[in-house]
């Protein structure tokens, strides 16, 4: 018989998983820092990226806010209690064994009318390189200039004195006021050994002839500003950008306050407020190679008379959501598209297709007022910034008219491996919407369709060929509220993903990189919030991060004891060494794979079983070690299977036709 591979297998069972390794995998260590929030919702604590270098070692980049303390001490950066008592958002850059031991931290603490954003962190060639915001600001009083409070830049405490007895030509950043994108580089022990300020102006000149200044990277909430160092020592960054005012007024980059490095960027017109992808490439010495829009124009997202000032009709929000990179340096940009364009918000002026153009000719298709919400996109780059291909999800929504939104999915981060791209989603369909890749051949099995008392989220991974952008495959986590953070980890063919599958449960779900679910491992249970991330080692170690509200358990006895009442980052090591070696997939062991029909899947009850026109001996089901728990005699081309007295987990059903072996895999659930 002809050997056929699903594109996926059925997957994760239940809502309230125990941990189902082998055993040989266990929770090393785990630590969190904490601090004043503004305001609870403000999550001033969290962590952005984090990264092993060829030691093992790890490295951890993030944000904290005021009277900052690492596992319940308080930080010693600085004795001096201004510093150390303001309430503004820091950003904290630390070095640990893997033991847990913290080597070294260096720390960047904003002033009193600015806050410091921790963007990226890539560790290469036994650097480490950051990036995040910094804001020196002091004002004018009748007895002369006074900075309100003192700022902290890595090994530098700034004080109003400190400044202002310096020579004027000297008052560079970070000693000068301003608003400045930095850009760091660490040796492996924490010695800075270069920095650079990018400043920004904005486009739009207010009445007075005065533009206001920005962020090259933008903060928290508007997107992540990933940041690539190439083999030849180029740095590239994509961010968000928000923007307004008129074709003619530019946007300009000053970097190092150097007047010699200036430059004036013209970007499409509008005269409201936009949000747009940029992408920047400096070189060794620090010269702006390119600066430009990820979008080249739009079609049909609203006419001229519209919008006036607006020369290419864009009328859209973009929102940067991961990077990752190949061995030639090539960049994989991921993300999403929002568009205002339901009722209320210019809706009837819109034309479908909309057409997203990041070049002259690859572009991203809006088809309906679904996908209008949410268009995850991902687009390959050259080192020369050209498109080398782009792709999408799809989505067409419901035709209830009373409810015609209801199909929305997000690509999230994204992961570069073996010639193949991985990206991280999830997706909500009504049950005459769908959501699929490429086209409806590839349609994403949701877990169940959306209606009225159960908003089901399905998590999933995407694998697209990383020469063409082509869909290839999918994996999927079936349950009530699946919520799979931004970065995937993939290691061994094995692809690792946090997930979220209710209030008090979170798991590390695992697929082998063909589409075939492994298991999922419950992890802890709190009230954890958002910025989950995962990220692999080939020794077999994982290192996940979120941030927390309320102390946090693992299994074996590793525990960290957050503050109720602000948020607190969190970071903790899993080791199992299964995972230093590839995982063999069900294909690769011998047994042949069937075309059987099985429904549903997931199970609750009964399980429906279709062979073609060769009638089925019997069957077995096994666990996935392969102990037997269900033998039964058939004869017949259909049966039913009752599976209720199973526990829910996943199986392998084992069907023998004409002396022929093969096995298919099946969830039971118990929901």
């Not at 941990?19 to 999550?43: C, I, M, N, P, V």
């Not at 007895?143 to 003192?150: A, K, R």
């Not at 400043?199 to 992540?224: H, Q």
């Not at 990179?325 to 960049?331: G, I, L, P, R």
């Amino acid at each position: 018989m002809k050997k056929q591979i699903p594109l996926f297998f059925a997957i994760l069972a239940t809502l309230f998983f125990t941990l189902t390794a082998s055993g040989q995998g266990e929770w090393k260590w785990a630590h969190y820092w904490s601090g004043r929030d503004g305001f609870l919702t403000d999550y001033y604590n969290t962590v952005s990226r984090t990264a092993f270098d060829d030691e093992g070692n790890i490295y951890v980049f993030g944000e904290m806010g005021g009277l900052s303390t690492f596992d319940g001490q308080r930080f010693q950066y600085v004795n001096d209690v201004p510093a150390y008592s303001l309430n503004r958002r820091a950003s904290l850059l630390a070095k640990f064994d893997t033991l847990g031991n913290m080597l070294w931290y260096k720390v960047v603490k904003a002033s009193t009318g600015a806050e410091c954003f921790a963007h990226w962190m890539e560790v290469k060639d036994n650097r480490v390189y950051v990036s995040g915001n910094y804001e020196m600001d002091y004002v004018d009083y009748n007895d002369g200039y006074y900075i309100n409070v003192w700022s902290y830049y890595f090994d530098t405490l700034i004080r109003g004195v400190q400044v202002f007895e310096m020579p004027v030509e000297e008052r560079t950043p970070p000693y000068k006021a301003g608003r400045y994108t930095y850009i760091a580089t660490f040796d492996l022990d924490g010695n800075l050994l270069d920095n650079h300020f990018v400043e920004a102006r904005a486009r739009r000149i207010s009445g007075g002839g005065i533009r206001g200044f920005e962020f090259l990277c933008n903060g928290t909430g508007l997107g992540f500003s990933p940041m690539h160092i190439d083999n030849d020592g180029n740095t590239y960054i994509y961010t968000k950008l928000e923007y307004a005012g008129f074709e003619s007024d530019p946007y300009t980059i000053i970097i190092d306050d150097d007047t010699n490095r200036t430059y004036d960027l013209y970007l499409p017109g509008t005269n409201s407020v936009l949000h747009t992808g940029m992408m920047y490439k400096f070189s060794p010495d620090w010269e702006l190679v390119y600066g430009k829009p990820m979008v080249h124009h739009t079609e049909g997202i609203a006419t001229s008379w519209e919008w006036a000032h607006d020369s290419v009709n864009q009328r859209y929000n973009l929102y940067i959501q991961g990077m990752s990179f190949d061995e030639n340096d090539n960049m994989y940009v991921s993300g999403y598209i929002r568009l205002d364009l339901y009722e209320g918000w210019g809706g009837e002026l819109h034309q479908y297709p909309i057409h997203i153009f990041w070049d002259s000719t690859h572009y991203a298709t809006i088809l309906d007022e679904s996908s209008c919400q949410n268009m995850p996109f991902v687009v390959k780059y050259s080192p020369d910034g050209e498109v080398l291909w782009c792709n999408q999800i799809y989505t067409m929504g419901s035709d209830n008219p009373n409810n015609p939104n209801l199909a929305t999915a997000y690509w999230l981060g994204c992961k570069y491996s073996d010639h193949h791209l991985y990206l991280i989603g999830k997706g909500t369909a009504a049950i005459d919407g769908i959501i699929y890749f490429d086209d409806t051949t590839h349609i994403l099995q949701v877990f169940a369709p959306f209606n009225s008392s159960n908003s089901c989220n399905t998590g999933f991974f995407v694998g697209l060929d990383s020469e063409t952008g082509q869909y290839v495959n999918q994996g999927i986590v079936p349950a009530m509220r699946a919520f799979p953070e931004v970065f995937p980890a993939v290691i061994n063919n094995r692809l690792f993903a946090y997930t979220k599958l209710n209030d008090l449960n979170e798991v590390i779900s695992e697929w082998c990189t063909n589409g075939e679910y492994i298991k999922s491992d419950t992890i802890f249970s709190s009230n954890v919030l958002e910025k989950a991330a995962i990220i692999a080692r080939d020794d077999g170690h994982l290192l996940v991060s979120f941030r927390a509200t309320s102390p946090v358990t693992f299994s074996g006895n590793v525990s960290v004891n957050c503050p109720t009442g602000c948020s607190s980052a969190v970071f903790a090591l899993y080791h199992n060494p299964e995972f230093a070696t590839p995982y063999v997939g069900i294909a690769d062991r011998g047994e042949t794979l069937s075309n059987l029909k099985l429904w549903p899947n997931p199970a609750n009850n009964i399980l429906y079983v279709e062979s073609d026109n060769i009638p089925i001996d019997y069957i077995t089901i096994m666990d996935l070690n392969g102990k037997t728990l269900v033998k039964k005699a058939v004869g017949d081309i259909s049966f039913t299977v009752d599976v209720t007295r199973l526990p829910a987990g996943t199986y392998l059903l084992e069907t023998v036709r004409e002396g022929e072996v093969s096995v298919e895999k099946f969830v039971k659930t118990n929901y």
